[in-house]
């Protein structure tokens, strides 16, 4: 397995897509082990991708298509400018706080980076933003939208951890709020040594929130219909993606009226078909290296080898944390939860701790690595888009960086910030 890691290594030091990356070393393997049947590699990537549970993936990414193309991001913006427009950096805390709630829309961090990178971006140059800290705003709030439910990487965890997607969706509430939270100070901090001015001089008034809360509200209660139809048993996490899809279309074609059926099949789909081919093929691709990873039994070396360093569950966890950011570095996001969880996982079941709680912050700990250089996903969405050099990024996100390491310790060390909401709604 040595060989293995050392080629995966380098591939991706080389550049190489990291699905490609995977799926060869994968293949390397099997090659070191001839007799077994190669048509293995084959079965077990076509095995996982069958995954009934994994349907809800392509289906909320279609569901978050239809809806950015259904009118309702440019809703979303308006209500979020008028709750916090008048605040110091008052583009920069619009975007956390849209981040927010396009997690309920989206759930696809490299998606929401484009996104309001457009949206946003243009207009925090024209008022003097800098263009690394314009870029690093919209990215790093990114990360909230996977983190607020329906997040993909919820789906992947539970699916390979047999965990339960209803109560990973409930737990991903607060800790999302508490990175909002976080990404306001730093972007407010920020603002003021950068001398940056509110986009608006005074609040917005009552009727003007409320008027931007009125056209934007079936965006706004997404998230808590779809926990409310998992509570209730109405869903499964894959019926729930349907739901996703036909409620993404009623809002586009008969409540905002601003889809058709050209746009639908011209662009939703296309972008849509784009992006659950580059997911699913690293999900295929994953399983490859992860049977050779099973064979090896790794998990049970791992598993012995941090439990013979220690025993005690907080300071397991921050080993795990400092490796997943580490490892977020060079490796993908959701290629990180795909390979690790089944490693993982068990080691923090050991020590006792609780599924759900690890699962969040192993997730927001792996999330990371599509905002931090060099292979961050979202962070080269952002910086073509606006043109900033990666070492302007760079130096722009430190403060985002603490505000996230800060919520990750909090969220680490106060498991019932993570817990209440799925004990209270999933008992």
Partial sequence: MTLVLIIFAVFLL?????????????????????????????????????????LAIPLFILAGNIMNHAGVTSRLM?????LIGHKRGGLG??????????GGVSGSSIADAAMETRMLGPEMLKRGYPKGFAVATNVWTSLITPIIPPGIAFIIYGTIGQVSIGRLFAAGIVPGLLLMVAYMFAIAISAKNLGLKPEKEKHSPASEVIKALGSSIWAVIFPVLLLLGLRTGIFTPSEVGSFAVIYGLVLGFFVHREMSIKSFFMQTLDDSLSD????????????????????????????EFLLNITTNPYLLMLMIVLFLVFAGLFIDATALILMLTSVLLPVARKVGLDPVHFGLVFIVAAAMGNQTPPVGASMYAGCSILGASVEEYTKASLPFFVATVAVIIV??????????LPNLLFK
């Fill in 14 to 54: 080389m550049g190489m897509p990291v699905a490609f990356a995977i799926g060869i070393s994968g293949f390397v393997w099997f090659l070191q082990h001839p007799y077994l049947p190669i048509t293995i590699p084959i079965q077990v990537s076509l095995s996982q991708v069958l995954n009934f549970t994994l």
């Fill in 78 to 82: 308006s209500f979020a400018s008028s």
């Fill in 93 to 102: 805390q619009v975007s956390a706080i849209l981040s927010t709630l396009m």
């Fill in 276 to 303: 659950v081919g580059s997911v699913m093929y690293i999900i295929a691709m994953s399983q490859i290296f992860g049977y050779g990873l099973v064979w090896e039994k790794t998990p049970e070396k791992l598993a």
């Fill in 411 to 420: 969220i680490m060390v106060f498991p019932q910030l993570v817990l209440f």
